[in-house]
């Protein structure tokens, strides 16, 4: 499969004419979010906290004042106390710690940073080099990889509800994701950046968080993957049979570090997740602490676009196999997924069915994608104690297809997958052995296998 260059991050200060014409809604965004913050009042402030009953609020104030008063005199006996030249400071210490991750916050909580490190070391064997191709924007070869090595660095900022997150890939010197999240409600947030857009679970559940090496043969042709944009998002209803989560994104389409396509149409994209048994199911496969109580989730997701990509990756715009570079607006895409996750003591479960549409308005030429994926795994101490208690055991299947003008590969994939946890997802041994079929282009057959082994840390 021929590898697409992706789009690069052109600065507005040297980029052509309006090259960055959407990124004037970041900076606009940011202002917002800088405004919020300056004049977000102690109401506010309060109601992301619990709130004391009246009585007990008076009685605090009283003996606030109170303290005032005896602190006053206290801090004057010491003012006298105290040589002429020397200063007093109410700076609280700043703490540092490492609990899976090395932490830093300030001693008021106000602001706070935890700093990762990732890597995954991969060693690959295929019957055929011609077997697979790109998983997120890497082509898949036989021999040893280091498949990502990550700095990842997140946190808080004046408030709580003002969060950042930023993830750079050192193995391919790229900017993965910029975001800043303004969340003072569960119910209602703004999100503004970079980041893997919410659409389906299997690209949002990180590749450090994976129940398999990598993802299924699934993701390359449906993700929407990292884009630049703005959304809302929110938690409504929470601990009710009508918990549910919501997205809804405005991006630029193109990918990662891609301005506009030059007919300035956006992407859209919206999601809804149903957490129906009142819990919410987090974005991570494998039930590693097994949940006592059952936890699981159904969503809907579609996403609309036109620009010169047929796909997306951690590369940013590309093209699927069988259709030729785009040129500005040549293709429409427009998509849907429904899934569904579940885990309970030891076992979990999730699949995704996906629908995409390729309208070449170039060629006159539309052509459908298919595809579905569903994997079950499960730690078998949970049943039968004898069995050591970080090992588990995983089954993979999924199909992509197409019809219309293109001939787009069918493949199919079967994966038995073992993992060890040393230490959850943080550390962790992944074998998987998987069987692999397509049809190819021009009515070609590739079928064969691919054995990996991979170790996953994170610190």
Known sequence: MPTQSAPTFVDSASGPGRRLGFS?????????????????????????????????????????????VAQEGTADTKDSATSAGEEKTDKKPVKAYYKKGLHITTGDGTFAATINWRAQLRLTDLSSSDLVGEEDGVEEEAGFLIRRARFKLKGHAYRTWLKYYLEYGIAGNILLTWQFDVQPLDQIGMRVGQWKVLYNRERVDSSGKQQ???????????????????????????????????????????????????????????????????????????????????????????????????????????????????VTGQYKLQQWVAEYAHQFKGFSFQGEYHEKRVDDRVNNQITDLRGFYAQVGYFFHEAFPSFPRPLEFALRVAQVDSDGAVDFPADREATLGMNWFFSGHSNKLTADFSRLESSGEFGTEDNGWRARLQWDITF
Do not use: C
């Not at 389409?253 to 997740?273: A, E, F, K, N």
């Open 24 to 68: 004037r809604v970041i900076p606009i965004a940011m202002v917002a979010i800088g405004v919020m913050v300056l004049m977000s009042s102690p109401g506010l402030a309060a109601q992301t906290d619990q709130p004391a009953p009246a009585g007990e609020a008076r009685e605090k104030s009283t003996s606030e004042e109170a303290e005032a």
């Open 212 to 326: 398999f090496v990598d993802r299924s043969i699934v993701n390359n042709p449906f993700t929407v993957d990292r884009q630049q944009g703005l959304s809302a998002q929110g938690h409504l209803f929470e601990g009710t049979r009508g918990d549910s989560r919501y997205a809804l994104g405005v991006y630029t389409g193109t990918g990662r570090g891609g301005d506009l396509d030059g007919d300035r149409r956006p992407m859209y994209v919206g999601r809804w997740q149903w957490n129906f048994l009142k819990r919410d199911l987090a974005f991570s496969q494998s039930d590693t602490k097994p949940h006592e109580k059952a936890a699981a989730s159904f969503a809907l997701a579609a996403a609309s676009n036109v620009s010169a990509y047929t796909r997306f990756s951690s590369s940013g715009g590309g093209q699927l196999a069988g259709f030729s570079d785009g």
